[in-house]
């Protein structure tokens, strides 16, 4: 089977794009900077170039192909709603449209649990109504309605929310978290620190792909792909400041009090052209609801089995770092 994947340099690109090569897919890969493959070009049959905000680069870009699997995406929590929209929303609508052209036979679409961003009641599932926290969020829940419509016309396509991915590669809001607990500059909790957050190594996100990719029964339907164990804020900080070897985040401070000193440091960052994750008052106020979502479906119907529990992950994810004198 030859299988397009866009965003093929990015975090979860490089590990899927191993991961269906070792499995004897043929690759073609769809990225914007060709440098940014770097030692895994020679997994791809071939790489075409395309700028997902640009709508003449999309064009014939899923030629002679059997399946896309789009992860290609502006990835940001703190960005403008111009850059989402355009990339997340007319980007994959212009590569949905050329796909039906040339007749692909299925099409994966990475979505994300901040489509249905916080819930009251956990775990949330498939079903749960959505109300995305996040532009980001709310960028992947208008896609999702696009391509739900596309599906009830024949489109072959399956939606994949993976909650928040950890592991090696990863430069943004796991990194950011634990290079912050690691330096000490997460040094409180906002709040009591006892609402969840769920994250997935990545080598399971993978997972949840090819078990998508591989069955039949996928196409028209959404997964949520996530790890089995999900952990309060507080709990999560202890693991990975244990493995760390450093004082995990203990103390609590009033909600208004860390969202005044954090917007203190979100606004002196801005100045600076400084972009960092965990220093956002909106970080703060996310933190007092819970992010935890069900596998129940993607394990009963894909035969999904996550293998990484939070420790498990964040070990090999912060030797990782470590061995790149990234901490």
């Known amino acids: ?62 030629r002679d192909v059997d399946s896309v699997i789009h992860l290609a995406a502006h990835f940001k929590f703190h960005t403008e709603w111009r850059l989402l929209y355009e990339t997340n929303f007319l980007g994959t609508k212009h590569l949905v449209e050329d796909a039906a052209k040339h007749k692909v036979e299925k ?6 649990t901040e489509a249905i961003g916080p ?16 532009d980001y969020g709310k960028s992947k829940l208008i896609t999702e309605q696009y391509l739900k419509e596309k599906m009830k016309e024949g489109f072959p396509a399956t939606i ?35 609402k969840y957050i769920q994250f997935t190594y990545v080598e399971d996100v993978v997972q949840g792909f090819v078990k998508a990719l591989e069955n039949e029964k996928s196409t028209g339907e959404t997964y949520i792909i996530s790890s089995d164990d999900y952990y309060t804020y507080k709990e ?40 960092d994750f965990v220093m956002h008052r909106s970080v703060v106020r996310d933190m007092q609801t819970n992010r935890v979502y069900s596998n129940e479906k993607a394990k009963k119907e894909l035969g999904y089995k ?16 470590r061995q790149r004198n990234l901490l």
């Open 107 to 112: 099409f994966i679409y990475t979505s994300s």
């Open 306 to 321: 996550p293998l990484y529990n939070l420790r498990k992950g964040m070990q090999k994810t912060i030797q990782w770092y």
């Open 160 to 194: 994949i929310r993976p909650t928040g991915v950890y592991g090696p590669r990863d430069k943004y809001v796991s990194y950011q978290t634990i290079k912050a607990i690691n330096n000490g500059k997460l040094s409180f909790l906002p709040g009591k620190g006892d």
């Open 1 to 62: 089977m030859k299988v397009l994947v866009t965003g093929a340099s990015g975090f979860i690109g490089h590990c899927l794009s191993e991961k269906l090569r070792q499995e004897g897919y043929n690759l073609v890969a769809a990225v914007r900077n060709v440098k940014k493959l770097k030692d895994i070009k020679n997994l791809f049959s071939e790489v075409r170039v395309v700028d997902f905000r640009k709508k003449d680069t999309i064009k014939n870009v899923t």
């Open 236 to 275: 999560a900080f202890q693991v990975i400041a244990s493995i760390l070897k450093v004082k995990p985040p203990e103390k609590t401070i009033p909600v208004w009090l860390a969202t005044f000193i954090v917007g203190i440091i979100e606004y002196i960052n801005r100045l600076k052209g400084v972009e």
């Open 119 to 134: 819930v009251e009641n956990i775990p949330a599932t498939e079903d749960t109504p959505c109300n995305p926290s996040y």
